[in-house]
């Protein structure tokens, strides 16, 4: 027999500090690579929702502009088919299309009025309420002052609404940017627009412009030169640009959303005409550009973000915080399990060393068997002690992330309630592996008791099938419930046979392919109550059959999905301490049929 003298208070093995450190290494860097990963997938969603807003804004000012073009369209065929449209009969039919087109400044007739017809004019509106009406037009520092004498006039005769545009009535702005377009529209017969200008009526800083569309005599002619001599007038559509566009987004999302209108109808000198936010800086930074036709006119739009796309997002920082918090847990509880155990086996190695120094070498492998027995209970211990202590950290981390599933700290995005459920779904999954590690500790220690009253097994089914429900949903499977209408009654510790019928059911979902089926029945047979879980699964082979119900067994297949291995060996447990038993028949490739029965 040797003696060993040992120091009690050596150092615990530097390999265990490493794989302590190596732990911690590997999670702090999953945190990270997860935050990364976090951060370009926020950055993508936004840039996604910029993109789809951008597209949103730019039809939607596409189909304003084309509305537009539609209401002077159906104003020249109110003049076709009239002989003769009073101011009256022009006021009732554009104000209902004003009021809905808020974009619109003003609908105008602009009449074709030679000079020796001014004065007729110029009498009639007066007769219509205008007292002093004359036609207009501005000098050399933007004073209205009457209009000087040439051979035709394009004056604002009718517009609509009067108010907040009186200043533009009988005005003939001789502008060069209106002068064109007027020319153009005579001598094209289709819609055009002018370029910007101020308006007479304008008190803020907004760009103008205006929509022309000719009226001839008897439809549109065929030649130029009929067009010219048989014009009547035009129906014209002003548009104060700010207006047009507010009018045009509004009610589209438009946060940390801006935007530049430009006029490049003369490429070498683009003209901007509105602007809303300012446009980020640099060759990388994200913009969505089209091409819009006002009017004969090119527009561009370019919509850009105001804010960097994916800063300031909570999410990538919550993974990180919340991977080096669980890394955090997992050293400290590695080190504080390490260092327990290295004191568990020092207490041990000094027992043994005081046995070895007062027994008899008869008495050796006595002591060994005992040293075997101490340490499978220490083992068993240590299993019901890190299930009990892993308990409360998991409630806390169950009960805050049902918190922010309900929203109780603030509303979350659907990506972020999407991983608060993911981690739900996982604290739930650590639940039902610490409770078999915990029935395991007690059936090992011998503390497993039962505890009996009169169930009814038929409920039973029909609250554990609808606590699965979701899990059923979320694997695309069918679960069916089938029990006779009479209660299936019997001497039973309910909350154990509930865990047999979740374990089994979980089991079954796990091993179904999507579209599969699994059938839940229970039935009276005899003097005993036999209850199934069948599945159209993958099947157990044969030769797998016998190693289902051992403790820490588990099939190959079982292994890629994960678990403990203690599930059914607790099934089984729980089943014969009612007196009953528990078994499975299966085929290779058609599905499994678990069953157990209880005495009646």
């Not at 604290?427 to 039902?432: D, I, T, V, W």
Request: aromatic share 8%; glycine share 10%; charged share 25%.
């Amino acid at each position: 027999m040797q003696s060993h003298d040992q120091d009690p208070k050596r150092p615990t093995p530097a390999f265990r500090h490493w794989v302590i450190l190596l732990v911690i290494g590997i999670g702090m860097a999953s945190s990270f690579l997860a935050f990364r990963y976090t951060q370009d997938r926020e950055r993508s969603l936004a840039q996604a929702r910029f993109e789809r807003n951008a597209v949103n804004i730019s039809a939607s000012l596409s189909k304003d502009i084309h509305r537009y073009v539609e209401f002077l369209h159906s104003v020249r065929r109110f003049f076709d088919a009239s002989k003769e449209v009073d101011r009256n009969s022009f006021h009732v039919f554009c104000a209902g299309p004003i009021r809905q087109n808020p974009g619109i400044q003003a609908m105008e007739w602009v009449p074709r009025i030679r000079h020796a017809e001014r004065k007729a004019y110029e009498r009639a509106a007066r007769r219509d309420g205008y007292a002093s009406f004359v036609l207009t037009d501005r000098n050399g520092d933007g004073t209205l002052i009457t209009a000087g004498e040439r051979e035709e006039y394009f004056p604002v005769y009718y517009v609509e609404p009067y108010q907040g545009n009186e200043s533009a009535l009988g005005h003939d702005p001789q502008l060069p940017a209106r002068l064109d377009a007027l020319t153009k529209a005579r001598d094209s017969g289709a819609v055009v627009a002018s370029g910007r200008f101020t308006l007479i009526q304008e008190r803020e800083n907004q760009a103008g412009v205006a929509l022309f569309l000719p009226v001839y005599e008897g439809g549109v002619p065929e030649t130029l030169e009929e067009r010219r001599e048989q014009l009547i007038g035009y129906a014209e559509g002003v548009f104060r640009i700010g207006d047009m566009v507010e009018a045009s987004l509004a009610g589209l999302s438009l946060d940390e959303v801006g935007l530049q209108l430009t006029d490049r109808t003369d490429p070498a000198h683009p003209e901007l005409i509105f602007s809303r936010g300012k446009p980020p800086s640099g060759a990388n930074a994200i913009r969505y550009m089209t091409a819009l036709d006002f009017g004969g006119r090119q527009w561009s739009l370019d919509l850009y973000p105001t804010a960097p796309v994916g800063k300031g997002l909570p999410l990538d920082g919550l993974v990180l915080g919340g991977g080096l918090f669980i890394t955090a847990l997992v050293g400290a509880y590695l080190f504080a399990e390490t260092s327990r155990n290295t004191q568990i086996a020092r207490t041990v190695e000094e027992r043994t060393t005081e046995l070895h120094h007062t027994i008899q070498e008869s008495a050796l492998r006595q002591a060994e068997l005992d040293q075997a027995r101490e340490l499978d209970r220490l083992k068993t211990n240590f299993v019901g002690a890190v299930s009990h202590d892993l308990r409360t950290p998991l409630t806390s981390i169950m009960g805050y992330a049902e918190f922010l599933e309900d929203e109780i700290g603030g509303e979350l995005s659907g990506q972020q309630l999407e991983f608060v459920r993911q981690i739900h779904k996982g604290a739930r999954r650590l639940e039902y592996l610490l409770n078999d590690l915990l029935d395991f500790a007690r059936l090992d220690a011998g503390t497993f008791k039962l505890t009996l009253g009169s169930t009814d097994l038929q409920g039973k089914l029909q609250e554990v099938a609808e606590s699965l429900k979701p899990q059923v949903e979320e694997a695309r499977l069918t679960l069916w419930v089938s029990a006779p209408e009479t209660p299936l009654v019997a001497l039973m510790d309910a909350q154990r046979i509930e865990r047999v019928l979740i374990n089994l059911l979980t089991n079954a979902i796990k091993f179904t392919p999507p579209g599969g089926m699994i059938r839940l029945s229970a039935r009276l047979d005899g003097d005993r109550l036999v209850c199934e879980v069948q599945d159209t699964g993958e099947g157990i082979a044969p030769v797998d059959v016998p190693k289902l119900f051992r403790h820490f067994s588990q099939l190959k297949s079982g292994e890629k999905r994960g678990g403990t291995g203690l599930g059914l060996s607790i099934c089984k447990a729980i089943i014969e301490a009612h007196g009953g038993a528990i078994g499975v028949r299966s085929t290779l490739g058609h599905g499994s049929t678990f069953w157990f029965s209880l005495p009646v």
